[in-house]
């Protein structure tokens, strides 16, 4: 299994990025797919996720500026993410959530790294 993410940088506070993660050696339609970040010090939160119906759901910190999108055919998720602040700044993590597993299990990506600085 291969969760490959990019699209992480540096932008400035109320700028655009957006986050893709390409999935390899699962039934991508099947899996719900996460987001999570991680900022020093700070535990790991799931920021998004999108069930295998479609069916998106958001951290209160991100609830209007973030947006999750699955394409199964292309097995990606994005996370398009507007009027970044700088408390968003993190390592964001892929998720893939097989059917029956919950919380933090499924499989990883490497993260990419956000970081938002003036």
């Known amino acids: 299994v291969q969760l490959q993410a990019s699209g992480g940088g540096l932008v400035q506070p109320g700028g655009s990025l957006r986050l893709s993660c390409a999935a390899s050696?699962?039934?991508?339609?099947?899996?719900?797919m996460g987001w999570y970040r991680q900022a020093p010090g700070s535990k790991r939160e799931l920021v998004a996720f999108?069930?295998?119906?479609?069916?998106?759901s958001y951290s209160d910190s991100v609830k209007g500026r973030f947006t999750i999108s699955r394409d199964n055919g292309q097995n990606t998720v994005s996370l398009q993410m507007n009027s970044l602040k700088l408390e968003d700044t993190a390592v964001y993590y892929c998720?893939?959530?097989?059917?029956?597993?919950?919380?933090?299990?499924?499989?990883w990506g490497q993260g990419t790294q956000v970081t938002v600085s003036s």
């Open positions: 998720n893939a959530r097989p059917p029956g597993v919950i919380g933090t299990g499924g499989y």
């Open positions: 050696g699962i039934i991508f339609r099947s899996n719900g």
């Open positions: 999108v069930t295998s119906g479609g069916s998106a």
